[in-house]
């Protein structure tokens, strides 16, 4: 039988170490479908189906930004077929997640160009942010058309037109994700072992975690999200300094 812990007096209980910003390259929908015999297509349905449960669980445990990868600049080569289906399944998700941050206090951002997006899901993405902006209970990232290669672009051009020097903590200020957390830990899935252009900036100092099961596996197994985080619990982040820097890259 198992025994309760219990601190000795005196004894400090360390909390265990919580990722602020957790990031997922939510990859191989399609490769489970066919494992199921199931056209493609079902494997994107299921891998949009339980975003919402997730992040409140991760909330509760004291994450405060999750960030999904759902469609990258490269995916538009995809088929037609496929890419249309996408489009509106993530207006039908982003149209659900109206009433999510309603209902929990969380704030939604959507990143990545708008310029390619179908003009309704795109004044959807507008008016999910413009609903939630003050919210505070938490960060729900969405990148739809997002590449970080053409962030960085981008904000370097931003930058010229400034015409002023810049250093890390002012560029930033130019990137689509400027004032998003940095993120403590990226998982992949499908036991893909790639970053594949996401959030290059912001994973600067990730710890970064691969897993063989496919994301609609991960989005519903309430197991695997304790897996992440007692993944994350064990490292031991320095951030180039000395043994006892701290999980958040600050020295005790």
Known sequence: MFKLFKAKKN????????????????????????????????????????????????????????????FSTENWNRSKEEVDFLMDLFYTELDKNMKHALEKNLRYRVIGSRDKLPKKLAKKCDQLEDASAENTGGTVVFALNYGGQDEIVTAVNNAIK??????????????????????????RTSNEFRISNFLLWKLAYAELLFVPEHWPDLVRSEKMWQYTLDEYAKRNRRFGGGKKANYSGRKK
């Open 11 to 70: 004894q400090t209980v360390e909390k265990p170490k919580i990722p602020q910003h957790i990031a997922f390259i939510c990859d191989g929908n399609r490769r489970w479908a066919e494992a199921r015999g199931l056209p493609p297509l079902a494997g994107h349905k299921a891998g949009i189906a339980n975003f919402e449960k997730l992040v409140d669980w991760f909330f509760e445990r004291g994450v405060t930004t999750v960030t999904f990868f759902l």
């Open 162 to 187: 400034e015409g002023k020097p810049v250093d890390k903590e002012s560029f930033e200020t130019f990137l689509d994700t400027g004032e998003l957390l940095p993120i403590d830990l990226m998982v």
